[in-house]
């Protein structure tokens, strides 16, 4: 646990008491704050009750005794309308922050110069970020990795020189982070995402910004037009990631052939062979693990081991296994088009499982891709407007639920004449019409898999 030593004494509001309120909470009260928390969910409040929050409603609180105004990142704070927390704070002249922000203030405590990497992006953040904390672990430092990957960033040690913070920050807790100054910050793409909460992409790109902006060090994807605007306006010291494309000034990486190259064209790294980074998605996760790695002293052997032994992430194009010469993965994270995108530019004769609720634009984006698609299974509520969207491209079934689609790409998988078919489940789209989150329908999508037959 990080201790909220810099609210010593101060009397503290906090709103949300789901994984990460409670440990906010739990932070506040060893570091000597006194806290009132509350959450519009009766279930959210009983659970803090059992663990011994003292839960009070904050529409009754004497809101001038207040430093702040602690707002879980799930929480509106502008779009589309801010949560009936948020004036109550402002007009008593509540500051409003999250717990990034405490985790911000109680590094420049106690060591302002303790490694801290920021991480964040609409796509890939998840996977860029325990890609690089494993590089720093199996090169021998003592990491911690939190943030929007899991583990709220004040149940980790708190920050030392000799300790390095790998932290997947949302645009949510951004927002909520007014001195964020990371000692890297690391942007690596942006698409239209979480538009209802931002109001627009013009919004949502100042937000992502703002990680590199106080960095020491800033690494960003350049591959789309927001993210090579802000590397231009952000200058040295930066690193720039190009896939595909050719790198202008010293320090930049280029992801070219499943290889990572540096300015001059030197390979500083070859992904060749690794199941758990394939796709040029992957190239870039990578380049900035490089870039990570390099700027904190690892390079060389150390470093091209690491990213060989880098297991992948659950639900990410995570291999599950082959069944004769089928291979079968699972992609269940990827709940948008531009996700899904990289899956299917990773594969051929792909027997792609695919639904559920769908994304502004569905899988129209993906027409210059189903090519490499042999047949198509639709699940979930989605299926009625990706058979349209399919009809004449690319032939498909309606299966309707995930069970019956396993089984029938299973099938035809293993008739299949090609020498490679792939059983890829990558929905393009929300889990909510058939499971509580991807992650139950990834674990589903698993099990399945386990349970076919041997061939």
Known sequence: MTPATTFAGQKVALFGLGGSGLATVRALLAGGADVLAWDDSTSSRDRAREQGVTVSDLRDADWSGFSALILAPGVPLTHPEPHWTVPLAKGAGVEIIGD???FCRERAALAPKAPFVAITGTNGKSTTTALTAHVLREAGRDVQMGGNIGTAILSLAPPSDSRVHVVELSTFQIDLTPSLKPGIGVLLNLTPDHLDRHGSMENYAAIKERVIQGAG????????????AIAGRRGAPRVRIHVEGHGGEAGDLIVRDARILDEEGTC???LSGIGSLRGAHNGQNAAVAVAVARA????????????RSFPGLAHRMEGLGRRGRALFVNDSKATNADSTEKALLAFRDIHWIVGGKAKEGGIAPL???FDRVAHAYLIGASSDTFAATLEGRVPFTRCGTLEAATEAAATAAAASPAPEPVVLLSPACASYDQFPNFEVRGDRFRALVKALPEI
């Open 100 to 102: 990034i922000e405490i």
């Open 268 to 270: 500083l790294a070859d």
């Open 367 to 369: 027409a210059s891709l």
């Open 296 to 307: 904190l002293g690892i390079a060389g052997d150390t470093l091209a081991a690491a990213l």
């Open 217 to 228: 060090l800033a690494v960003v994807g350049v591959d789309d037009p927001h993210c090579a």
